[in-house]
């Protein structure tokens, strides 16, 4: 398939796990990506990757947290290719496994400035671009924990929140545009982030889970690139479930 011959995307957190997959999926089928990753190891590693599967591929080394890593990603994709039609907000963090009431507000702050101030940052830097061309996708990855809340997991659960607060605002913005705004809510996938759950916490995502299993980054990803499609045209400021039917409303 080549959907995305001529596309060009950003794809935040892709230096491993799902982020890396989705990007992986979007260059498989065309599309030209620039990574945006906070570890130099992983983002080397998933260049590599992506240039053996014949993708082209651009590296940003930066906190999505900071500005001027959303303005530098923005620059050099323009630089390089002229256009950005894709933006996949990945990036995130889970934070302290711990009660609310024994986390900091210096935790809850961390955790924001990954998983709904990145978010921010990217669309407001990247849609002006989209807007020019009058078109664009854009998907936030949010989360399960945003529909049901995790326990031990607030501010994980309450920032994965503002991210499906912010996909509706920003798309009924821009609902009579040629851009798409839309999120997905992953349950549990295999990642490496379930290493920072205990396997109790892991047990318990898996039995409320009606498949019973944990979802794989693939399945995930090939939502997403639905969602990065020209096919995708008449959703916006929607919410897609990909947790095997646990959060499906």
Known sequence: MSRFNGRVAIV??????LGLGIAQRLGSEGARVTVV?????????????????????????GDVGDEETALEAVESTIQRWGRIDILVNNAGISGLVAP????????????????LRGVFSFCSHVVPQMLQQDYGRIINVSSAAAKEGFPLAAP???????????????????ARTGIRVNCVTPGIVMTNILNTLTPKQVEAVVEKSPMGRVGEVREVA???????SEECSYSNGAVFDVSGGRTSY
């Open 156 to 174: 994980y659960s309450a920032t994965k929140a503002g991210v499906i607060g912010f996909t509706k605002s920003i798309a009924w913005e821009l």
């Open 222 to 228: 090939a939502m997403v690139a639905w969602l990065a």
């Open 12 to 17: 935040t957190g892709a230096g491993e796990g």
């Open 37 to 61: 990753e906070i570890n130099p190891v992983t983002a080397g590693e998933a260049a590599r990757i992506l240039s053996d599967q014949g993708t082209e591929a651009g590296l940003v080394l």
């Open 100 to 115: 609310t009431w024994k986390q900091t507000l210096e935790e809850l702050d961390r955790v924001y400035r990954t998983n």
